[in-house]
């Protein structure tokens, strides 16, 4: 059962473009809501993280936006340059359980 | 810190075969993960330990998967026997263990199963 459903599979953005990422999650227990982003080769790292009771979270050109009654986050990043290239995974956690839930993940391509 | 420490990087072996797979979590960590990442099912999670003692293998595929934890500073992952079907990525992470926090990941093991 896939209780975090990640769209798109792949995304393809010029330089500069806003590629959005979008996440859904069914169990009203998640409360913690991790972003990681993994280069070919590498293990995922986390970029960026936020907590239900906020609505957005900016980290430089990353911004999580969080909409808790359709239960859904997105990441967006700003003026997207060729090396935000990467797959990035969205994930959710129930408080206490210390095992987040991964989403399937996304494959960005930024063109130059 | 070096961070996680994984090994092989890469592994090729025969079906049939055993493979062990080795983790060094970061030190100070009491938590440790080991994930599998095709491009059929993503990242799945195999097995999580806290304070060396698992927790959570549900996600461990089969019997012929297993996992020890011998103290805070090793961890293998086993596959006896390997088959062609498990070949993917393997990923070790750690945590500090007080929940909601940042795992990090190791490089991960490259494993094909001919």
């Known amino acids: 059962q896939q209780q975090v459903k990640q769209s798109p599979q792949s995304l393809i953005v010029q330089k500069g473009g806003i590629p959005i990422i979008n996440c859904a999650y069914e169990?009203?227990?998640?409360?913690?809501f991790p972003w990681y982003q993994q280069f070919p080769g590498k293990g995922p790292a986390l970029l960026i993280a936020?907590?239900?009771?906020?609505s957005e979270k900016k980290e430089g050109r990353f911004t999580i936006s969080f909409n808790k009654s359709a239960k859904q986050f997105s990441l967006h990043i700003m003026d997207s340059q060729p090396g935000d290239s990467a797959t990035y995974f969205c994930?959710?956690?129930?408080?206490?359980?210390?095992?987040?839930?991964f989403g399937r993940g996304t494959s960005l391509i930024v063109h130059p | 810190d070096a961070g996680v420490i994984q090994s092989p990087r890469h592994e090729v072996t025969e079906m049939g075969q055993e493979v062990t797979l080795r983790c060094k979590p970061i030190?100070?960590?009491?938590?440790l993960f080991w994930y599998r990442q095709t491009m059929m099912r993503g990242l799945e999670l195999l097995i999580y330990?806290?304070?060396?003692?698992?927790?959570?293998d549900s996600g461990m595929p089969e019997d012929r998967f297993s996992a020890k934890m011998p103290n805070a500073s090793f961890s293998t992952l086993k596959i006896q026997p390997s088959e062609p079907r498990d070949s993917a990525v393997y990923f070790c992470?750690?945590?500090?263990?007080?929940?909601?926090?940042?795992?990090?990941f190791g490089p991960g093991t490259r494993l094909l199963v001919l």
């Open positions: 936020i907590r239900p009771d906020v």
């Open positions: 169990n009203t227990a998640f409360d913690y």
């Open positions: 330990f806290n304070n060396n003692v698992p927790i959570d």
């Open positions: 030190s100070g960590h009491n938590s």
């Open positions: 994930a959710a956690e129930v408080g206490g359980s210390y095992i987040p839930t």
């Open positions: 992470a750690s945590s500090l263990g007080q929940g909601q926090e940042t795992q990090y």
